[in-house]
């Protein structure tokens, strides 16, 4: 019943914009951490954003740090990331995904989440 259904994805030009939402639903949105993750065609899942419950915290690897901002609209059950000055290493299917925030983990760890979005592919041209 737990879904998260990302939205947004498409092509972009080097330099330009993309803003990404992920829908929840089936879940108390706010007792769960909220993570973007990516993956490109031959490689490993890489973090990208996460964002905590009542969105105070924020973290970003260095690769978009600046870039790349994550939030969240609790009343609506969604998580956004805006993508600013998109670069063509950006290309890659993006996924969002939910993690209790009882759980231990590291919020860069996709074993630390809980539900994984079908993902939504994001295509940078240079």
């Known amino acids: 019943q737990v879904q998260l259904v990302e939205s947004g994805g498409g092509l972009a030009q080097a330099g330009g914009s993309v803003r990404l939402s992920c829908s929840a639903s089936g879940l108390a949105f706010s007792n769960y951490d909220m993570g973007w993750f990516r993956q490109a065609p031959g490689k490993e899942r890489e973090f990208v954003a996460a964002?905590?419950?009542?969105?105070?915290?924020?973290y970003y690897p260095d690769s978009v740090k600046g870039r790349f901002t994550i939030s969240r609209d609790n009343a609506k059950n969604t998580v956004y990331l805006q993508m600013n000055s998109l670069k063509a290493e950006d290309t890659a299917v993006y996924f969002c995904?939910?993690?209790?925030?009882?759980?231990?983990?590291?919020?860069?760890?996709?074993?630390?989440?809980?539900?994984w979005g079908q993902g939504t592919q994001v295509t940078v041209s240079s």
């Open positions: 964002i905590s419950r009542f969105g105070g915290n924020t």
């Open positions: 995904a939910a993690k209790s925030f009882k759980r231990i983990g590291a919020f860069g760890s996709p074993s630390s989440y809980d539900y």
